[in-house]
């Protein structure tokens, strides 16, 4: 009976996706400075499925966070074979959470609790792993420096040339 907001468990599919694209582009031969187009579709998909993974993964610790500090705040009664949790329990237009199948409220503000806790952490290390792979990758297309390695001195010539 919960919305989909409030159990975010939709942000591990996005995430499954960007590891299937990533073992894909791990099995495509490296050509150097992109030259298939395979290659370059795959790095690009890649790329922003990280970044919509990561945005989506944030969301999904907002979204746990905020049901985390609603259910700080509940006030439970057990009725038939279900909990159902208020905020306010003095107004009647209070949106009411129901818990199906459980018997005993002390679950979900408790065990309920932790599990909404691990479910943002977990999230926001998914959102800082996306982050970095939005940085490898970028950092790796636009801001790599080759610098070549001189073996010997440079001459006076060799100099005058490089000022030129």
């Not at 894909?24 to 993974?53: D, G, H, N, R």
């Not at 107004?91 to 679950?107: A, E, I, K, M, Q």
């Not at 479910?119 to 080759?146: D, E, S």
Request: a neutral charge.
């Amino acid at each position: 009976s919960l919305l989909v907001r409030d159990t975010p468990y939709w942000a591990g599919i996005i995430v499954c996706v960007v590891a299937l694209v990533g073992m894909v582009m791990l099995c495509v031969s490296y050509q150097p400075e992109e030259k298939t187009c395979f290659q370059f579709a795959i790095k690009l998909m890649y790329f922003l499925l990280s970044a919509l993974s990561l945005i989506t993964c944030v969301l999904a610790v907002a979204f746990v966070a905020h049901h985390y500090s609603q259910i700080t705040q509940f006030t439970c009664d057990a009725v038939l074979d279900s909990c159902q949790c208020k905020l306010d329990t003095s107004d009647p237009l209070s949106r009411t959470f129901v818990y199906n199948g459980v018997s005993d409220c002390t679950s979900v503000t408790g065990t309920f609790n932790l599990y909404l806790l691990l479910q943002m952490v977990l999230n926001l290390i998914t959102a800082i792993v996306c982050l970095l792979a939005c940085f490898v990758m970028w950092k790796h297309r636009y801001q790599v420096f080759f610098v070549g390695v001189r073996l010997h001195s440079l001459t006076g010539t060799e100099i005058q040339q490089q000022k030129v």
